[in-house]
């Protein structure tokens, strides 16, 4: 599975930013999908996760009631709806496949996109 995420970019603290990840290579529809992040000097940290049917989802706490991770199956596509963005917020975001259960782990993800800047300015 190749991965291209997309929609990054510089907002102001209060703002709204949506991700995208195009996946190719092999059916989208059989991975869970999530969203990762890494700031600078950081871990890598898990944002949110959704299956593969996209009827369960899962947050971290610090973004839970602000992000909303989605799926469209037939675009072969995974979003983030990201808003009252913070700049702790503020991060490289990845999208991730896992031929399995969502989960929180990156030990748990396959296939990795090259990810995409997120930058909130206060």
């Known amino acids: 599975v190749q991965l291209v995420e997309s929609g990054g970019g510089l907002v102001q603290a209060g703002g709204s930013l949506r991700l995208s990840c195009a996946a190719s290579?092999?059916?989208?529809?059989?991975?869970?999908m999530g969203w990762f992040r890494q700031a600078p000097g950081k871990e890598r940290e898990f944002v949110a996760a959704?299956?593969?049917?996209?009827?369960?989802?899962y947050y971290a706490d610090s973004v839970k009631g602000r992000f909303t991770i989605s799926r469209d199956n037939a675009k072969n596509t995974v979003y983030l709806e990201m808003n009252s963005l913070k700049p702790e917020d503020t991060a490289v975001y990845y999208c991730?496949?896992?031929?399995?259960?969502?989960?929180?782990?990156?030990?748990?993800?396959?296939?990795w996109g090259q990810g995409t800047q997120v930058t909130v300015s206060s």
């Open positions: 959704i299956s593969w049917s996209g009827g369960t989802t």
């Open positions: 290579g092999r059916p989208f529809s059989r991975y869970a």
């Open positions: 991730a496949a896992d031929w399995g259960r969502a989960g929180s782990l990156l030990g748990e993800y396959d296939y």
